[in-house]
């Protein structure tokens, strides 16, 4: 009577251990999924975001500027490039240092020109005030202002993580994941964490990758030096990404030796 009941408490046990691991272990297709609609209603098919984005320049910034009109011979006193790295331009290294450093007074040393005061201006907005200042020296000019340490970083649960360079104006936080191959399975989408530099420091804004509502969020486009960090699920050395099938049939055989024997 006694091995039976040792027998019956065994096979309970071994059951119930089973069942709460497979249970806790596998990751939902619900934590899984992007942009999913959490209001209850009818799904929304448009999001209206018409933040602006431009990035204003800050001291420390490099900008590229190249100056290019039909009189060649006075607008190559604008250029700066190098000759050793004209043939080049493509590598960031030379791009680097061909630019503008902006100084902590939000100043470039332009030639001929001097000073031009940059700071919290956007791109755009540089480039129409130095082609007003070059109005005295060339009639008509066209004016290439980038910002050239335009570096998003993104770390935790994506499968590369690291520092990329982005060469376009504007990024959305899908397309930065993208660069580094998506999430991990491993990943809380519902925990991403986005650091952003200001005047007076740093600050934190989580967001929820899994809802459709981000495509609104004022920070649902990305700007310089922004770092992505994402947060692992919780128990994630106990979580399968993939249906454990190795260790539920060990599972089951450890189970039924161990039945065999207080048989």
């Not at 018409?50 to 604008?78: A, M």
């Not at 050793?84 to 100043?107: C, F, H, P, R």
């Not at 420091?201 to 809802?211: F, P």
Request: net charge neutral; proline share 3%; hydrophobic share 40%.
């Amino acid at each position: 009577m006694r091995k039976k009941t040792i027998y019956s408490i065994t096979k309970s046990l071994l059951i119930l251990i089973i069942s709460m691991l497979l249970l806790s272990a596998c990751i939902s297709q619900k934590k899984l999924r992007y942009l999913q609609d959490k209001s209850g209603s009818t799904p929304d098919t448009e999001f209206i975001n018409e933040r602006n984005v431009d990035y204003k320049v800050q001291p420390g910034d490099n900008l590229y500027i190249k100056i290019s009109s039909i009189d060649e011979r006075t607008s190559s006193l604008f250029n700066t490039v190098d000759q050793k790295y004209a043939n080049n331009i493509g590598n960031d290294v030379s791009v680097y240092l061909n630019s503008y450093t902006v100084t902590e007074e939000g100043n470039v040393e332009f030639p001929l020109v001097g000073k031009v005061n940059v700071n919290n201006l956007t791109i755009e907005q540089i480039k129409v005030k130095i082609k007003e200042l070059l109005s005295e020296f060339l009639k008509e000019s066209l004016v290439i202002v980038k910002l050239v340490n335009y570096n998003i970083t993104l770390l935790g649960e994506v499968k590369s993580p690291g520092e990329y360079k982005i060469y376009q104006d504007k990024i959305n936080i899908f397309e930065a994941i993208s660069f580094a191959g998506d999430l991990t399975d491993f990943a809380d989408r519902n925990k991403l964490n986005l650091i952003r530099q200001t005047k007076s420091g740093a600050k934190i804004h989580r967001l929820d990758l899994t809802d459709a509502r981000i495509l609104e969020s004022d920070y649902y486009y990305l700007m310089p030096n922004d770092i992505l960090y994402v947060e692992p699920v919780k128990g994630k050395q106990f979580t399968f990404a993939n249906f454990p099938y190795s260790l539920v049939f060990s599972a089951i055989s450890t189970t039924l030796l161990l039945i065999n024997f207080f048989k």
